[in-house]
Nanobody, 112 residues
């Protein structure tokens, strides 16, 4: 059974940082690319970043490039999203996903 469980969200002030985690199980994590997306209130899902199975290749949406970093630890079956210089516009539910499988999401709120 595929499971993706995100954690690490919370309330942070503008300019702050958070690190999200996504723990995977039920599929061969070490040989698949992983992605992060987000959904702000009243908006569609927005792709944020992805990382190759090896971790060597990453891609980012223009909106987060230079501020967010995606990494993974295949030994822990976990991918991470380090978010720095957070802005109110980053407020959203953040999801990790692979193929048609999505986690439940973790809320990130950026507010003073």
């Amino acid at each position: 059974q595929v499971q993706l469980v995100e954690s690490g969200g919370g309330l942070v002030e503008p300019g702050g940082s958070l690190r999200l985690s996504c723990k995977a199980s039920g599929f061969p994590f070490a040989i698949v690319d992983m992605s992060w997306s987000r959904r702000a209130p009243g908006q569609e899902h927005e792709w944020v970043a992805n990382i190759s199975f090896s971790g060597r290749h990453t891609h980012y949406a223009d909106s987060v490039k230079g501020r967010f970093t995606v990494t993974r630890d295949n030994s822990k079956k976990t991918t991470y999203l380090q978010m720095n210089s957070l802005e109110p516009e980053d407020t959203a539910v953040y999801y990790c996903h692979w193929a048609d499988y999505w986690g439940q999401g973790t809320q990130v709120t950026v507010s003073a």
